[in-house]
């Protein structure tokens, strides 16, 4: 995508997180990969009032922290910065403070295979990283640890980090970790959930290879 439609597309994303109900106010905050460098959401702006050219840009291989723009980046671009630089694979990452995932940050529970959809984020299950003051260097380490052969974990006493290829991918993981997080709560009320076993995880991991699109176009 041209780096216009990508702002644009931030933009629109944050404001998504508000109306999905996973975030509330300016605490989340949205990265993508753009070629050599980072496109990030500013620090401390209504996302009602953000507009693309609002969007920070960062390097991704030089001058670590240097930024680009009228407004400077969320405060939580180290850990942002990090997983782009540890993780080619990652094209876009969300974080915010979804209520259910965060009253289990909170209490700093993992979140255990208790549905099957938890393979989507590849593993047996989602970890809760370690808790470090917002911003710092020591928080993003926790992250990038946590995100250890995943795709998504919860922040310690903070919130979630969804990452993904695209920005569309990312939303949906914030969106489904919430949803499995809201649900393994409620489970704990009435008496805990009975958990997969990790061949059970591991046999829908591997169904999930090829799914959606990718099975429409084989198919046609």
């Known amino acids: ?14 404001r998504r997180m508000n109306a999905l109900g996973i975030n509330q106010g300016t605490s989340g905050n ?15 702006t209504a996302y009602d009032a953000m507009r693309p050219e609002d969007i920070a840009a960062m390097p ?3 001058d670590y922290g240097s930024w680009a723009g009228p ?6 671009w180290r ?19 979804a209520m259910f995932a965060t009253i289990l940050a909170i209490a700093r529970k993992d979140i255990p295979a208790c549905h099957y959809m938890i393979a989507a984020f590849g593993g047996t299950n989602v970890r809760c990283g370690g808790y470090a003051t917002f911003g710092t260097k020591e928080l993003s380490l926790h992250a990038l640890a946590a995100l250890e ?3 998504a974990c919860l922040l310690a006493n903070h919130g979630l980090i969804a990452t ?9 993981a914030a969106v489904e970790l919430e949803t499995i997080a809201r649900q393994y709560y409620h ?5 805990g959930p009975h958990l997969l076993s990790d061949a059970e995880i591991a046999e829908t991991a591997a169904k999930f290879t090829g799914y959606g699109a990718q099975d429409r176009k084989a198919a046609e």
């Open 1 to 14: 995508m041209k780096e216009g439609d990508l702002r644009r597309e931030i933009v629109e994303a944050a």
């Open 30 to 44: 949205i990265s993508v990969r753009h070629g050599k460098k980072m496109l990030i959401t500013p620090s401390a």
């Open 60 to 62: 991704l291989a030089a």
């Open 71 to 76: 407004l400077k980046p969320s405060t939580e």
């Open 79 to 97: 850990f942002h910065l990090d997983i782009m630089q540890a993780r080619p694979d990652v094209g876009a990452v969300v974080h915010c403070h």
């Open 149 to 151: 052969g995943r795709s």
């Open 164 to 172: 993904g290829a695209t920005l569309a991918k990312a939303m949906w």
């Open 187 to 191: 489970s704990l009320l009435i008496g």
